[in-house]
């Protein structure tokens, strides 16, 4: 695939000084343009309990599983992709308090002393509930699809929380994000590249 002109210094006047160039010029692994870093209890949670198929099917439509895919890495600052909708949206004033919303799209209500003030949560409660789920309700072929799609929810969460916007603290996360994952089939439409942008230039 012809990735783009050979000659763009009218458009792009520091191209020759951009990362970029050093992975157009060499044939590079991902090794040797990021290095690996993450929260290591999300990766350990990914090792214990892998996504269920079903759970998967569901993140590759939201095109999210790539987070999973490649691994403990840094997020790279101007390799980022942009495209899809923004992801903005006004609290509508019939939404129930971050708790609650959380235990309606999720089946997990946390105990308010894993709340850290109104939408952060201890992200080990996160965990302790997804072993626990797992082990009581493991997902079968027979799984209906609502509980399937609770799962993947849970799973969104740890993404959001430990890979793609994680804190300094590592102990909390937010729970914002429960308003853009109701409907997993519009997962996809969401400029997510943008919004990991936004969080690191924050």
């Known amino acids: 695939m012809e990735p783009g002109p050979f000659d763009n210094r009218e458009v792009l006047y ?99 002393r894993d709340m850290r003030g109104r939408s952060r949560l201890l992200r080990s409660s996160l965990h302790a509930h997804l072993r626990l789920v797992d082990l009581q309700h493991p997902i079968g072929e027979v799984t209906p699809q609502a509980d399937v799609d609770r799962r993947a929810r849970l799973l969104l969460f740890i993404i959001f929380g430990g890979i793609m916007f994680p804190n300094t603290s590592g102990a909390d996360m937010s729970i914002r994000y429960l308003l853009f994952i109701e409907d997993l089939d519009q997962l996809g439409c969401y400029s997510w590249g943008a919004a990991v942008l936004a ?4």
């Open 14 to 112: 520091l191209q020759h000084e951009h990362r970029s160039q050093y992975v157009w010029d060499a044939p590079v692994s991902s090794s040797r343009v990021v290095r690996s870093r993450a929260g290591k209890s999300v990766w350990d949670i990914l090792e214990v309990i892998p996504p269920h198929p079903h759970v998967i099917d569901i993140l590759r439509r939201g095109d999210i599983y790539w987070c999973i895919e490649v691994g403990q890495l840094v997020h790279d600052r101007a390799l980022v992709t942009i495209e899809g909708q923004a992801l903005y949206r006004v609290e509508p004033p019939e939404m129930l308090p971050y708790r609650q919303e959380l235990a309606r799209l999720t089946g997990f209500e946390p105990l308010q």
């Open 199 to 202: 969080y690191i230039y924050k």
